[in-house]
């Protein structure tokens, strides 16, 4: 069993929808979770950064993590056809030791 | 921009063959992480320094090696190349040991 599970999709939505992206991990020991987003060919760009449980807000995204399930989501509201990307979820230990990365969400958004 | 650095974008080189990828983090972050990303194998953690020193590794083959120098910049190593080492290879920094927070451009590298 891989320590973090994430569907490879592809996940394909209307202009304007909500995506719920989600991943699941074994570990408890992870305390930091990141979202990034890449585009095909670029480095992964960080979208979300949280410490522990709870939920965090920028803009459009919203990270939930909810650690006694073991379940983090990203929420992106009015999706646009410029958040077609893949989405990595991550996790790192407490002391921050090598981050694991779950294996990326294709997302397409149709105009 | 994300303030990584690393050079060169592209590079092809034959089987057998010694290849250094240089990494320059952000100003003032300490951390320095190597990934390997692959179509097959997603993104893989192979190794961090933190302010010089080694800090964790991950699924990184004996064939490769990195350093981590003063000016904090970075090296990764890859000898004794193979078909199987075609990838992207991404160098990300951070100001701890928190997590890869931000992730350079990436090298692709061929092995023909």
């Known amino acids: 069993q891989k320590e973090v599970e994430q569907d490879p999709g592809p996940l394909s939505v209307p202009e304007g929808a909500i995506v719920s992206l989600n991943c699941t991990y074994s570990n408890s020991a992870f305390q930091y979770f990141m979202w990034y987003r890449q585009y095909s060919r670029k480095g992964p760009e960080l979208l979300m950064y949280t410490y522990s449980s709870g939920n965090k807000e920028d803009g459009r995204f919203t990270a939930q993590v909810d650690k006694s399930s073991k379940y983090i989501s990203l929420f992106i509201r009015d999706s646009q056809p410029s958040d077609s990307a893949t989405y990595l979820c991550?996790?790192?230990?407490?002391?921050?030791?090598?981050?694991?990365f779950g294996a990326g969400t294709r997302l397409f958004v149709k105009a | 921009d994300s303030g990584v650095t690393q050079t060169p974008k592209h590079l092809i080189t034959a089987t057998g063959q010694r290849v250094t990828l240089r990494c320059s983090p952000r100003?003032?972050?300490?951390?320095v992480y190597w990934y390997q990303q692959s179509l097959d194998q997603g993104l893989q953690f192979l190794i961090q320094y933190y302010n010089g020193e080694e800090r964790a590794k991950g699924n990184i083959l004996e064939r490769f090696s990195a350093q981590q120098f003063p000016d904090l910049h970075s090296e990764l190593n890859l000898s004794s190349l193979e078909l199987g080492d075609s990838a992207l290879y991404f160098c990300?920094?951070?100001?701890?040991?928190?997590?890869?927070?931000?992730f350079g451009p990436g090298t692709r590298l061929t092995v023909l």
């Open positions: 990300a920094s951070s100001v701890e040991s928190q997590g890869s927070r931000f």
């Open positions: 991550a996790m790192s230990y407490t002391g921050g030791f090598k981050t694991i």
């Open positions: 100003s003032g972050d300490l951390s």
